[in-house]
Every structure is written in structure tokens, then in C-alpha cells.
């Protein structure tokens, strides 16, 4: 299947305009960020900065310039090489938990390398065949997805700073709605779930599909952090039957006994963030918790973690809230192929589907994913150990 069959044209008339917006979003992201800050890896998981910045680019001049804009010479030809991910069909690539040695290039020739791309791509854009607009879009959403990423990862670098030097003073997270939790109805019996229209949409969204769901009922909000506090007082970290036996397992290796990034200060609980260590807000939602814990805490709340097809059926219901712009939201589901999925034909055919299997499926959207890039259909999906992303939790549970 390719990007074409789908029909996952751009949505937007102006292609030219929209890569200029969002490329510029990457730079402003990385502005308040020194060459020092860019180069840093603090943990084979997390990428630099620069390094995000450098992808991005590359993926640009390997998928549409190279094939689709005659007369295209690559500025540097080892940069194929560095900046490539996990492309198998596009050749060797420098190993992932070694990118923080990537002193050179510098911060300021990947902005070159940036600026030799966008100079080629504006060529490209003045009257692009039909091929090209599906993998322009395609290439759009993956640096919005890295834009997300080059936040989660340097609020982890940060974090392992002993200053703990704040990524920007001035930023705000969203404020939580007023009131405590209560439970929806969620849509049952047959549901269609999975990417519809001739939006975009990645491969793993698709095909829509029918499916069954029970009677059920789901939160109209996240947990907050007043009631992880709960859950903490109460010995949820010491308590071996609420977890699952990995989860045990991590909790105990790596002494977990709150989320990542808080911090016990002499007026009380702290939390680190994209601002800073500020004081923690027990209304907030929870986040920064992994699948273990979130399922630990359903277990103790009596309830459990939605699937996937009901958090996607329950998203429009009125009353549904802190869909997209919180943190993302653990499911109960595993990261599976839909029915009938296929992968897009080439090598971005690897961009999702090698992936399913051993993670866990998240749902949503969280305060660092861009404006717009967030949609009910989205898949997510990370280990179930993962604490560094801005991830939280939803319950639901059986109807009585």
C-alpha cells in the first residue's frame, strides 16, 4: 500500500507555507538551547538536540529531494550516514546510543544543513508532482512527532543537570478544568475505530475497522497528582500485589517511589519541568509514569486502564476531557497491528509497523506535541518502563 493509495494528501492549499511554519517551529523550540545544551545525550533512549534537528532535515533530502528533484547534491555525503534513524533500506547509519558524540557537525552547520534543505525544497514545492504531496505531509507530521521529542529529551538532560537549569522560565502548562473526576457511559456494542476521510493519517491508524465493546464506563479527566499522592501514602509503591511482576521487578531496581521529575524540597513536593523546579500542584495531572505504575494505580483505584478502541470511541463524548493537549494516556492495549494492516511500500514502510510488539499503546496527546498534530485515531506506543515522556492516565471500568 502506498502513501498515494490512501489518498493522505496535505491539508492545507498552501504545502509551501505550511513546511516553512513548521520548520521554523523546530528552531524556535531549539533557540533557548546553547551549542552545549544540543549536543547532549543523556541516556540511549534520548537523542540530542542537534541531532533531532539534523533527522529531520535528512529525512527531507533522502525520501524527496534525492528521487524527486533533479540536479540535488547532498551538502555533505557522510551526513546520510549520521543522521539516518532506523532505515535498514536506506543504508548504514551511526549507532543510536552514540549520538551524543556527534560534537561535529556543529549546532550551527546542522542550521546549514538545514537552510541547504529548505533552499531545495522551496525549489521542489513550486510545482510538485502529485507523488511528492503525500510525502511532503509525511514528512511534516514525523517533525512535529521530533518536535515533541526534542522536548521530552531535554527536560531529561536537564534533569540530570544538579542545577537543574529550567528549559524556558516562561512556559505554562495547561490549566486543569475546574471540579473532581466522574464517570462517562462510553459508546458500546459495534464501534468503527482507526484514521477515516482523506486526512492525514500513519499507516498504523488504518484500516478502520469494526469492533465490540462491552458496557464500560471511562473518566471524564486524568488522575491528578493529589490523588497519585493518595495512591503513594497509602503504600502503592511498596505493594506487591497491585503490580505486575516486570513491574515489580523495575519499581524495585530502580527504586521508584513517585513519578520522574519529583522532588521532595524542604516546603514539600517539587516537581521538575519544561519551566523549571516549581512546586507541585496537586490538581495538575499526573505524569512522567510508566505503564507499570499507571496500571499499579488503577489496580489500587479499584478500576483499570481503557483500551485503546474505547478511549477512541468515548474521545468525542461530551464532557470528555483533557483529550489532547495534557499527556498522553496509557492504555490497557498492546501495540498490535489493526486488522488487515498493511505497511506503505518502501522504506517508509518501516516507520511503524516493525515496531509492534512489547509496547504498550498510548492514546492523546500531551502539553509538548504541536498544535494540530494530535487526532482520535493516533497510536503511540513506548515500552511499558518508559517514565520520561509525558505520559498519564485515564481509568475506566466494566459497567455494574
Known amino acids: 500500500m502506498t502513501l498515494l493509495d490512501q489518498h493522505l494528501l496535505p491539508t492545507t492549499r498552501n504545502l509551501s507555507e505550511r513546511y516553512a511554519a513548521i520548520r521554523d517551529r523546530t528552531e524556535r523550540l531549539a533557540a533557548p538551547l546553547s551549542p552545549e545544551d544540543q549536543v547532549v545525550q543523556s541516556m540511549p533512549d534520548a537523542s540530542p538536540t542537534k541531532w533531532h534537528r539534523a533527522h529531520v532535515t535528512w529525512f527531507f533530502e533522502t525520501f524527496l529531494l534525492l528521487p524527486h528533484l533533479p540536479g540535488y547534491r547532498r551538502l555533505r555525503e557522510e551526513y546520510a550516514f549520521l543522521f539516518n534513524s532506523y532505515y535498514e533500506a536506506a543504508g548504514p547509519r551511526h549507532a543510536r546510543p552514540k549520538r551524543g558524540m556527534l560534537t561535529r557537525p556543529s549546532a550551527a552547520e546542522v542550521g546549514e544543513y538545514r537552510a541547504h534543505v529548505d533552499a531545495a525544497m522551496a525549489r521542489l514545492l513550486r510545482d510538485p508532482p502529485l507523488e511528492v504531496l503525500p510525502l511532503v505531509e509525511l514528512g511534516l507530521q514525523h517533525e512535529q512527532q521530533h518536535q515533541e521529542l526534542l522536548l521530552t529529551d531535554i527536560l531529561h538532560a536537564l534533569s540530570q543537570n544538579p542545577l537543574l537549569p529550567a528549559y524556558d522560565r516562561d512556559w505554562r502548562d495547561p490549566a486543569p478544568p475546574p471540579g473532581g473526576m466522574r464517570l462517562l457511559e462510553g459508546p458500546e456494542g459495534v464501534q468503527r475505530i482507526g484514521a477515516e476521510g482523506s486526512g492525514f493519517a500513519f499507516d498504523n491508524e488504518t484500516p478502520r475497522h469494526r469492533t465490540w465493546l462491552d458496557p464500560y464506563r471511562i473518566a471524564d479527566?486524568?488522575?491528578?497528582?493529589?490523588?497519585?499522592?493518595?495512591?503513594?501514602?497509602?503504600g502503592g509503591y511498596r505493594t506487591v500485589s497491585l503490580w505486575m511482576s516486570e513491574g515489580w521487578a523495575a519499581c524495585q531496581a530502580e527504586g521508584w517511589e513517585a513519578p520522574q521529575y519529583w522532588h521532595q524540597g524542604d516546603g514539600g513536593g517539587m516537581q521538575f519541568g519544561l519551566a523549571g523546579l516549581r512546586p507541585l500542584d496537586p490538581g495538575?495531572?499526573?505524569?512522567?509514569?510508566?505503564?507499570?505504575?499507571?496500571e499499579a494505580f488503577a489496580r489500587w483505584a479499584g478500576r483499570r486502564l481503557p483500551t485503546e478502541a474505547e478511549w477512541e470511541a468515548a474521545c468525542g463524548l461530551p464532557g470528555f476531557l483533557q483529550a489532547h493537549d495534557v499527556a498522553w494516556q496509557w492504555t490497557g492495549s498492546a501495540y498490535r497491528p489493526y486488522p488487515g494492516f498493511r505497511p506503505w511500500e518502501g522504506a517508509v514502510g518501516e516507520y511503524n509497523g516493525k515496531f509492534m510488539i512489547g509496547q504498550m499503546v498510548l492514546r492523546g496527546g500531551?502539553?509538548?506535541t504541536p498544535p494540530g498534530h494530535a487526532r482520535p485515531s493516533y497510536r503511540n506506543f513506548f515500552p511499558p518502563g518508559v517514565r520520561w515522556q509525558f505520559s498519564g492516565l485515564r481509568l475506566a471500568a466494566d459497567a455494574a
Open 284 to 294: 495538575a495531572p499526573v505524569h512522567h509514569i510508566s505503564w507499570y505504575e499507571a
Open 366 to 368: 500531551s502539553l509538548a
Open 221 to 234: 479527566r486524568l488522575v491528578t497528582n493529589r490523588e497519585w499522592l493518595e495512591f503513594m501514602g497509602d
